[in-house]
Nanobody, 128 residues
Framework: QVQLVESGGGSVQAGGSLRLSCAAS????????MGWFRQAPGKEREGVAF???????TYADSVKGRFTISQDNAKNILYLQMNALKPEDTAMYYC??????????????????????WGQGTQVTVSS
């Protein structure tokens, strides 16, 4: 059973930076697409950044140029470096993984099926 555990959230002022981490375990079988979603109160869940099994990275337009997704394969940790944070980035951030999908499908809004594996979430709050 795949387990994902996020860390690194917190409160920061606008313009600041945070780095989220997602420790993954229990992988078997096919390589996975891994990524970050976020959900703010009263809003729909949004795909933020993804890295496919072939290394392709995809970002939502709202975070391009500010967020960077990366992974340490040796340690099975996924990262999200968030720079130039804005109040509208405030949300619960979730790590997710699934071997069936590609990040581009999420960002394009054409994926109706949810990812199979999710972390518990970590809160990011950006004040103005």
């Amino acid at each position: 059973q795949v387990q994902l555990v996020e860390s690194g959230g917190g409160s920061v002022q606008a313009g600041g930076s945070l780095r989220l981490s997602c420790a993954a375990s229990g992988y078997t079988g096919s390589p996975y697409c891994m990524g970050w979603f976020r959900q703010a109160p009263g809003k729909e869940r949004e795909g933020v950044a993804f890295i496919d099994s072939d290394g392709t990275r995809t970002y939502a337009d709202s975070v391009k140029g500010r967020f960077t997704i990366s992974q340490d394969n040796a340690k099975n940790i996924l990262y999200l470096q968030m720079n130039a944070l804005k109040p509208e980035d405030t949300a619960m951030y979730y790590c997710a993984a699934d071997p069936r999908f590609r990040g581009a499908w999420v960002v394009a809004g054409i994926l109706d099926t949810p990812f199979n594996y999710w972390g518990q979430g970590t809160q990011v709050t950006v004040s103005s």
